[in-house]
């Protein structure tokens, strides 16, 4: 198994956040079936004010880009991410066109 752990921030708007939490607490059925099509076997998204941290736990035949061809092979998923867009905003370090970035690990008590 693989893990990945991401942040992204979302817009510094207290109805937007409401309104982001409110449709993690109720994803579309396509989206978990997606999301675990690119072979994710776990997912959790924590907050804090506006940041957002993204634990991910993968096959270990988990592949980045392949799991974003079959993300956007998807019609209901490139809906999902249009929609979710509007509450994100990038991370200042983040290249123009990505919006979850990856985190890099300082620390691990059982290495």
């Known amino acids: ?3 990945y752990c991401l942040a992204l921030d979302l817009i ?8 982001y939490q409110h449709f993690h607490q109720n994803i579309w059925p396509e ?3 997606n999301i675990k ?3 994710v076997l776990d997912m959790q998204i924590w907050q804090i004010e ?3 941290f993204m634990i991910m736990d993968t096959r270990d035949d ?3 880009a392949v799991a974003n061809e079959i993300a956007l092979s998807e019609p209901k998923n490139v809906e999902w991410e249009t929609l979710m867009s509007q509450f994100q905003q990038s991370l200042p370090s983040s ?3 990505e919006k ?3 985190m890099t690990k300082i620390f691990d008590l059982n290495p």
């Open 37 to 39: 099509q690119r072979g």
């Open 31 to 33: 989206i978990a079936t």
């Open 100 to 102: 979850w970035v990856e």
């Open 62 to 64: 988990y592949d980045p």
């Open 12 to 19: 510094k708007d207290v109805e937007k956040i409401k309104q």
């Open 50 to 52: 506006s940041r957002l």
């Open 1 to 3: 198994m693989k893990r």
């Open 95 to 97: 290249a123009a066109d």
